[in-house]
C-alpha cells in the first residue's frame, strides 16, 4: 500500500479499489491540508468533489463505480451485475 494513506484504512482503500472519500481520509486521521497537497502532487488523482484514487495511472471500471458509490451521500452497496430490488423496471 501507498506511504500515504494512514495503515488503518488500508484495508477500506483495497475493498474500494484505491477509492477513498474526503470524509474517510478525515476520519482515519488524515489532516485536510495533507489530502490537498496529495492531490496537488499528483500522488492523488481528484475523481470528483471530494473524492480521490490514491494511486496514479488508469482507473479500473471498479474503482469508477467506487467513485460514483462514494458520491452518493448515503451509499448503498449495491451488485455491479444484479438489479437492486426496489429498483423500478
Avoid at 472519500?21 to 492523488?44: H, K, M, N
Avoid at 494511486?55 to 438489479?83: D, K, M, N, Q
Amino acid at each position: 500500500m501507498p506511504f500515504h494513506i494512514p495503515a488503518s484504512s488500508y484495508e477500506l482503500v483495497d475493498i474500494q479499489r484505491g477509492v477513498i472519500s474526503r470524509q474517510q481520509a478525515l476520519a482515519y486521521g488524515l489532516r485536510a491540508e495533507t489530502i490537498d497537497r496529495l492531490v496537488r502532487s499528483g500522488r492523488w488523482q481528484q475523481m470528483r468533489l471530494g473524492v480521490y484514487a490514491v494511486f496514479t495511472g488508469a482507473v479500473s471500471r471498479e474503482a469508477t463505480l467506487w467513485v460514483s458509490l462514494c458520491c452518493e451521500r448515503e451509499p448503498v452497496l449495491r451488485s455491479a451485475t444484479r438489479r437492486p430490488r426496489n429498483c423500478l423496471r
